[in-house]
């Protein structure tokens, strides 16, 4: 008789919500027509009862699923991350996407589960789970990137990214059974266990094994030199997507990376901090440079995105109690700033052409100063000048590097910001600096403008007093 | 309270224009004007009220900004910041008159000033570091937009390499910040980054104190300029609009050498000793380098450009003797720099306005059409070089006497820009005011106006008062350079031998006691 699998209902309690109105959005989208706000009523409470059921659970951390699922103050933080994120892209989607044709319900749903799917990630202590995680949000990614079925862009997307997807799953599934195959397990704990148990014997398949997880993730999360296919993925995906595919996964896959390389096979004597250390150093400069030459803005926002997530892989390999805190930090003030910044590329998109070029925003302060100040707000936050957001989290991460003392990385990621603030005062040079070359038609929907007032006000909330926000990131901390 | 009010009071009269009807320049020109002076006025109740006889912060308010890192809001001035906090607001109300006229976006223009205001002020007034990184970093974007949209035709290049350049000494230093406040929470247990706890707790080894030296160092030097790192100065004064180039001669660069005296010096003795000849050698280079090519410049403002790289090496120079004489000397010379370049540009930018040319070749002869501003033009030239009786002599003099007692030589080789100085300035002038005028545009030249009086007359009166009357300035000075001596004192802090620096009152040394102190002539006991 196989024994009943360890289920405690109540620490699954956001999955099953969000699964279950995930679903329910499926179900209802049989009975209504082409209007589809109330699918988005019924999504927007499903999250928001999602994240009031993350402190179900007391006493924690509490495990589930017979030790493979963990419910501890990061899940807990990660899970409210999610449901921001998820919000804040549905509601950039409501009015993009009946001006695009997007007509379906079960984007919605897809979202949802894309969702479940992040939260799974971030609450895995088990390499099979992780892979679970993993597998849901990347196949709600590839049909969301191509859901504009008769936009040529999307569908190159699509096909992009489910290509180099399933090729970089099969690199990640490869290092987990090799790892099993060394260790005997797949709970992280139990790996450790076992690391250190074994210590001193031939551990090459352990390392071939990590070296195989790091680059299945590295494509994951769109980390040089894994890098190449986001740009074009970013491109053409539908924008509220692109936003949703800059945050959620990224957060997720890399908390999961977090909690393995930390309570996972850190047990190793840290011979995968240099690996790590050269893919974020590769990120950072392939990321800044790549994007200094854009001309298309969610492209350049692609590269810079493929840059922050060099400073995070930082925080990952500093191994001390603010790095998981300035890691969770950081990816709040991401998340914001992304959206806001997804939210007026959407509204100074004009119907037929989305007004894409750089060179479109020119002379932005003149005819809406309100529009290009909010602009240029998130551009410097994005670059991490004070007393914005963007630079508090910088700051967290290299005091938490340099406790380390890894005091070249920190040097290395400063001279990146350097570098990077020319691309983004590039954008700011054309909204100001030059004379308008078109006219600008922004569609000012009610929505769209609430969530980049919401990252307006939580980019200078979080920069100016970012104390709450801090002792909440400690709290959450994995040491 | 009281200080922090005054410092953001320009970012509130910023907020406050932004409301105005744009169509309603009039309103805007003198809310912002108010504004100024109202800020002016207000940051001379702080020197009515300095007590002269402590080295100590006053006026202080200090409140937890982010505890968990131990970052505070922490304000305060003393000796060294006080007059550069005045002459902030001062040089402020000035700008804004001198861009009464300007028709482009103006209500965007007196935001952009008053809110780089508040930067700067915060820069001289923050005691944390982390806060004094985010006023340092603040102060970048409203000059940037400054240049970049009322600036010459060069802008947007000059704007950028501005930003850049600046930034990158700037992050540097934030690696540094950060280094250090690690090293204090490892050897006092506590975390914090407030600036006096640090300078007076911190024991900071001597290799690692190179580094950090050189990380804060290029930070500053890229901001005083120093040579090599000046090279973004002639093109940012060049392009940006006159009142830009005003604040950025006459408060920004004052930031690096305030940096200088607030971080460099008293938080790594050692190392300032050890690179001190380095860095001398740097600031003659700048002295000399910066007026032979003044010299040979045809555009006006690039001259008076490169003249700010030469001034602003004499200040360098006074800070690295390390004495009583130079340090009071390099405080001095900041106001007078402060005073006579943002005059000069002024002058520069009442000339363009009239004829929209700089170049040298252009004018001649404009006595004849504008002799007042020709006076003008004499008596601020003149304190550019040093004239006894005006503000620039009191400056160089305490200086070249500081240094000589560091090196005789480096100050001979120094002594040599005063000459050179003469030469540019006078040559210029010549150029420009006598001989045969070059243009018939000359000849309709009108001379200044009530609005342009209004900006150059007080910075006359200043060149004067301070050149015939320094005291009520300098005594400011006293206790807190003496305190500030006490803290990088050579014969205490011998570089490579890393002794205790347990005695901080070095023998020989009088605490000035009452508010009646020496002048410059007396002997003071300094270092030497």
């Known amino acids: ?77 990660c899970v409210i991350i999610f449901t921001i994120s998820s919000a804040l892209a549905i509601l950039l989607s409501v009015n993009y996407n009946p001006d695009k044709g997007i007509e379906i319900g079960e984007y919605y749903s897809l979202i949802l589960f894309c969702t479940v799917g992040m939260i799974v990630l971030a609450s895995a202590v088990d390499l099979i789970l992780i892979f679970l995680g993993i597998e849901v949000v990347s196949i709600s990614l590839y049909v969301l990137a191509g859901i504009r079925r008769d936009d040529l862009k999307s569908n190159e997307a699509a096909l992009k990214y489910f290509l180099l997807g399933a090729f970089a799953s099969g690199f990640l599934l490869y290092g987990m059974s090799l790892i099993y195959g060394f260790t005997g397990t797949t709970n992280l704990k139990g790996i450790m266990t076992a690391i250190s148990a074994m210590d001193g014997t031939d551990n090459s398949f352990l390392i071939l094994g990590c070296i195989l997880f790091i680059v299945g993730f590295g494509f994951k999360v769109a980390a040089a030199p894994f890098h190449m296919w986001s740009p074009d993925v970013y491109q053409g995906a539908p924008t509220p997507i692109t936003a949703f595919m800059a945050v959620g996964p990224k957060v997720a896959s890399l908390v999961a990376l977090f909690r393995v390389f930390h309570t996972g096979v850190g047990g190793m004597d840290g011979s995968w901090e240099m690996p790590l250390a050269v893919i974020a150093i590769a990120s950072m400069t392939l990321g800044n440079l790549g994007a200094i030459v854009q001309t298309n803005i969610k492209r350049l926002l692609a590269y810079s995105s493929i840059s922050h997530v060099g400073y995070i892989l930082l925080a990952v390999i500093a191994k001390n109690s603010l790095a998981s805190s300035s890691l969770l930090f950081y990816m709040l003030t991401y998340a914001f700033m992304i959206f806001g910044v997804f939210g007026i590329i959407i509204i100074l998109g004009k119907k037929g052409d989305e007004n894409l070029e750089i060179e479109g925003y020119c002379g932005l302060s003149t005819k809406y100063p309100l529009l290009a100040l909010a602009m240029a707000m998130f551009m410097l936050s994005l670059g991490g000048l004070p007393p914005l957001a963007g630079f508090v989290a910088k700051f967290y991460i290299f005091s938490a590097v340099l406790k380390e003392g890894h005091t070249i990385l920190v040097t290395i990621a400063v001279l990146n910001s350097v570098v990077s603030f020319y691309y983004y005062l590039k954008i700011i040079v054309n909204m100001y600096f030059k004379d308008p070359n078109q006219e600008f038609q922004p569609n000012f929907q009610p929505l769209t403008l609430l969530v980049v007032v919401i990252g307006i006000v939580a980019i200078l909330d979080l920069g100016i007093f970012p104390g709450p926000v801090i002792s909440l990131a400690e709290n959450a901390s994995l040491f | 309270m009281f200080l922090t009010f005054v410092t953001f009071l320009p970012l509130l009269g910023a907020i ?10 009039n309103l805007v020109k003198k809310t912002a004007l108010g504004v100024a002076l109202a800020d002016f006025l207000l940051s001379l109740a702080f020197y009515f009220n300095f007590d002269l006889t402590t080295p100590n ?11 968990n890192w131990g970052v505070n809001f922490h304000v305060g001035l003393d000796g060294i910041s006080l007059l550069l906090y005045i002459m902030t607001t001062f040089l402020t109300a000035i700008c804004i008159i001198s861009v009464w006229t300007v028709k482009k976006r103006i209500k965007e223009y007196m935001m952009a000033l008053l809110v780089l205001s508040t930067g700067m002020l915060g820069v001289f007034v923050a005691l944390d570091l982390f806060m004094f990184y985010v006023f340092w970093e603040l102060q970048l974007v409203p000059m940037y937009l400054i240049i970049g949209i009322w600036g010459g035709a060069r802008r947007l290049y000059a704007s950028i390499k501005f930003f850049l350049y600046t930034a990158f000494g700037s992050l540097l230093m934030l690696v540094a910040i950060i280094w250090m406040y690690q090293l204090h929470a490892d050897q006092t247990g506590i975390y914090t980054s407030d600036l006096m706890t640090i300078t007076n707790n911190i024991d900071i080894p001597f290799g690692p104190q190179k580094w950090l030296f050189i990380a804060f160092f290029l930070a500053f030097a890229i901001k005083v300029p120093m040579f090599p790192f000046h090279t973004w100065l002639p093109d940012a004064h060049v392009e940006a609009p006159t009142a830009g180039s005003v604040i950025l001669a006459g408060v920004l660069l004052k930031m690096g050498t305030y940096g200088f005296l607030r971080f460099n010096l008293p938080l790594f003795p050692y190392a300032c000793n050890e690179f001190m000849p380095y860095v001398g050698w740097l600031a003659v280079v700048g002295i000399v380098y910066g007026a032979f090519v003044s010299m040979v410049q045809e555009d006006l403002k690039k001259l008076v450009a490169y003249s700010s790289v030469s001034h602003m090496g004499f200040v360098m120079l006074g800070i690295f003797a390390f004495n009583h004489y130079g340090i009071q000397g390099a405080l001095v010379q900041n106001l007078n720099h402060g005073i006579s370049t943002s005059a000069l540009f002024l002058l520069v930018g ?67 820009g005063v ?31 009530f609005r342009e009086y209004a900006m150059l007359l007080p910075l006359v009166v200043l060149i004067f008062w301070i050149g015939l009357y320094p005291k009520p300035f300098m005594k400011t000075f006293d206790a807190s350079v003496t305190h500030l001596i006490s803290k990088v004192d050579p014969s205490n802090f011998k570089p490579k031998t890393h002794t205790e620096h347990a005695d901080s009152a070095p023998a020989g040394k009088t605490e000035h006691k009452s508010g009646k102190t020496e002048h410059k002539k007396e002997s003071h006991s300094s270092a030497h």
């Open chain 2, 350 to 416: 009442v000339i363009y306005d009239r004829r929209h040319t700089r170049m040298i070749k252009e004018f001649g002869g404009i006595t004849n059409v504008m002799p007042k501003y020709a006076i003008i033009f004499m008596i601020v030239a003149l304190s550019s070089i040093g004239l006894p009786g005006m503000n620039g002599f009191i400056g160089e003099f305490l200086i070249l006497l500081g240094i000589f007692q560091a090196d005789a030589f480096m100050a001979g080789v120094a002594t040599t």
């Open chain 2, 57 to 67: 912060m006053q006026f202080e308010l200090s409140a937890v900004w982010i505890e």
């Open chain 2, 16 to 25: 406050g224009i932004a409301f105005l009807p744009e169509e309603d320049e």
């Open chain 1, 1 to 77: 008789m196989i024994p009943a699998p360890d289920i405690d209902l109540v620490s699954l309690a956001p999955v099953l919500t969000l699964s279950a109105f995930s679903i329910a959005v499926l179900i209802w989208d049989l009975f209504i027509g082409k209007d589809k706000t109330q699918l988005i009523y019924i999504s927007l409470l499903g999250l928001f009862l999602t994240a009031v059921c993350a402190f179900a659970k007391s006493d924690l951390p509490a495990y589930s699923f017979t030790n493979t699922y963990i419910v501890d103050n990061l899940s807990v933080f």
């Open chain 2, 419 to 449: 000459i050179f100085a003469a030469c540019y300035i006078l040559w210029m002038f010549q150029r420009v005011m006598f001989l045969k005028s070059n243009s018939p545009e000359n000849a309709k030249l009108t001379d200044l106006d």
